[in-house]
Each structure stands twice: as structure tokens, then as C-alpha cells.
């Protein structure tokens, strides 16, 4: 049981070094930025597009989606 609470303890204060490498980088993203889809839709990063409205005859309700058009990929 001591080796457990030793062993808890020595992983603990190697996350907390660990912690204090990592930076908080400060970046203006998108603030002000409008993009162009290529098709002709100019969209802000920020906002989403007009709402798509179809009614949906399974639930008897109308469904509003909001598209958000920020696409988040891996480039590397």
C-alpha cells in the first residue's frame, strides 16, 4: 500500500512539471476575416450561414439547421 501512494504521488508532481512546459499563445484567429468557398459564398469564420428550413413529415415539425462553416483540418 505505501508503494501505491508513493508511486501516485511521484506521477503527480511529474503531471504538474509537465503542465508548467506547455505556453498559452495569444493569436487574433478570425477576428475580422471573411471567407470565399470557392462556389461564390462569402461567409465571416465566425457566423453561421442562413439557417436551412425543412419540414420533416416523420416528427411533423419543421427543422431549422445552422451550418457553421469554419472547417477545422489536420495539414500535417
Known sequence: MLLCIFASLF?????NLN???????KDEFLSNRTF???QGVTFH???PLD????????????VVTYVLPLNISNYS
Open 11 to 15: 506521477r503527480f508532481k511529474t503531471l
Open 19 to 25: 503542465n508548467e512546459s506547455y505556453k498559452v499563445v
Open 36 to 38: 470565399e468557398d470557392g
Open 45 to 47: 469564420a465566425l457566423d
Open 51 to 62: 439557417p436551412t428550413k425543412v419540414y420533416d413529415p416523420y416528427e411533423d415539425r419543421e
